[in-house]
Each structure stands twice: as structure tokens, then as C-alpha cells.
């Protein structure tokens, strides 16, 4: 009785600490997203001085972030972002428009995939 | 090098935590649910542990989810009768009365072969012998022999013989195993006191030491290294 008691205990425990992380993932994702989405915009505009700083900003909250994320998501995910990211900041430093847009999308799609692949979702489950 | 040696040791604790909390069954004969566990858990198990690009967490929690899922089920099949069935099957009667239940047999996919080799293997060489044989959800076949090829029992022979009693072991490996003395209704100071007996100055020499029911002391020192 005591281990079954334990087990239910652990049970909980599990879909808590689960429902817990999928939302903190989704929150961290949609913010880094939404940086790569602004300095989207502002590479669209023409304006890199602008792209620059929200590039920056989202590098930092990544890694910021990065260490409790490679707890739970596999590294060869955060990997890719990290290079996306750095692969943006140059072609916006070299002002390389039509690279730096690319670069962004693909960051952005790269983050947003990230909590994509933990979503509980018929296509994720299957 | 260093990351991957202490995932090991830490996968290895928790599948030997895990496999504790199952119960001891888990360990010995399997029913099928806890064969498939155990299958899964090693495999799980080998991901992280050799991959240190996949998080520890993603090999632990599905770990922990077959442990619990093994536990509330085995919990609940207590309960239910049906779901136990469902879970484990049910032994299935080989030999009945003497006669190969062919039916069953096929079922079982059993091939006469096979229920020879498990005779021969229970040292019953001639099915002949056989009154019953029933195969156990957990694979394992039980064998019922005729009367005439039963060994002899005391009861057979009307022998009272007195009632086997348990063994207690108070020292292994030099260790004094204070529960079990006192179990056998003994205290330190007449261990100390047979020890001295039989000449050994300090229960660290003893290598095994028993007491059976009648209080009778077994005692082997441990061998002086050369």
C-alpha cells in the first residue's frame, strides 16, 4: 500500500512537474520568438541598427534561459538556435539584408519548434 | 569522459531503485507486464546514458512512469480479478489425470517436445509419471506426479519428526547481525562467551556463524591470509 501510495504520489508529481514545464517552455519560446520576429521586422524595414539590438536582447534572455533548458531539451536543439543566432548577428553587422532575414526566420522557427515537439498534440503523440 | 561515467552510476541507481519498488517478483519470475517493464527500462536506460546530448531527465521520467504504471497496475490487478487475467493470462493444465491435453497444448503453442524437455528438466523423464502439469502464467511448469512416482514423505512413513525451524545468521563476514540474535533470543554477551569458547578473540575473525532453533552454534573463522 505504502508503494502504491508512493507511486500515485510520484504520478502526480511527474504530470505536475510536466504541465509546469511545457508552459514555461512555451513562455520562454514565445519570447525568444517574438525578438526574432522584431528584428525581422526591422531587417524587412531596412533598419539593422534596430535588428542589432533586438538580436542582441534575444541572445541574452537565450542565455540566460540556456542552462536550465539543456535540463530537458535535447542539445542538439539548442545548439542549432545558439548557431542560427550568431549566424544572424553577422549578417547584420555586415549588413547582408537578404542573409539576415533568412538567418531570423530561421531562428525563429528553430525556437518555436523547440516547444512545437513538447505539445501535446495528436501529431507529437503519434 | 567524466559526464558520461556519472550518468552511468546515476541511471544505475534509479533502474536499481526502480526495480526495488516493483518487489521482489521483478527480480525472480517474471509475469509478462513486468518482462515488458524490464525490457523498456533497460533500454531507456542505454539512451542517455550513452548520448550525453539528450537530457538525463528524458531517460528518467519514462523510468518513472513505467515504475508507477507497474506498480498502480499490479495494485489494481490485486484488486480485480480481470484485470489480473487480462494482465497475466492463465496457467494453463498440460497433463491432466495422466492425459496430454492436446488443446491446450496447441494454445500455449506448446509442441510435445517442449513439455518433454520441461519434464526431463524437473527430473521426471517419464511422462507416465505425470498426473498433472500445469503451465504457470509466468512460464514456469509445475508438475504434479503420480503417487506411485512421488518420493516418500515423512508422513508416509508416519515419522514424527520435529517441525523445521529457522536458521538465524548472526555473523557474515565479521559483521555481528544484532537483529537476528536477538531473533534467536541471544545477546552480545553470550556471543562473546561461545566465541571465547571456541577460541576466537573478536567476532571480525568469524566468517559465518549460525544458530539453529535449538540454539546450536556454527561457527567458521575466516581463512588467514598467506
Sequence with gaps: ?126 | MLVIFFRTIILYLVVILALRLMGKRQIGQLQPSELVVTIMISELVSIPMQNIGVPLISGLIPVFTLLVAEVVLSFVSLKSRRLNRLLSGHSSILISNGKINEKELAKSRFNIEDLLEELRINNYPDIGDIEFAVLETNGQLSILPKTCARPVTARDLSLNLPEVKLTHTIISDGVVDEAALKRANKNMNWLTKQLTNNRIESPKDVFLATIDANGSLFVQTKEVKA
Design chain 1, 1 to 126: 500500500m505504502k508503494t502504491f501510495i508512493v507511486s500515485l504520489i510520484l504520478m502526480a508529481i511527474i504530470v505536475a512537474g510536466s504541465i509546469c514545464y511545457d508552459i514555461a517552455l512555451e513562455k520562454m519560446t514565445q519570447q525568444a520568438g517574438l525578438y526574432a520576429q522584431k528584428a525581422g521586422e526591422a531587417l524587412a524595414a531596412g533598419d539593422f541598427a534596430q535588428a542589432g539590438a533586438q538580436t542582441q536582447e534575444m541572445k541574452d534572455y537565450w542565455e540566460k534561459r540556456k542552462k536550465l533548458l539543456s535540463l530537458f531539451v535535447d542539445h542538439a536543439y539548442l545548439d542549432a538556435v545558439e548557431i542560427s543566432v550568431e549566424e544572424l548577428e553577422q549578417n547584420i553587422i555586415y549588413a547582408n539584408g537578404a542573409n539576415a532575414a533568412a538567418a531570423c526566420a530561421k531562428t525563429q522557427a528553430q525556437i518555436e519548434d523547440i516547444a512545437q515537439n513538447e505539445r501535446l498534440e495528436l501529431a507529437n503523440l503519434l
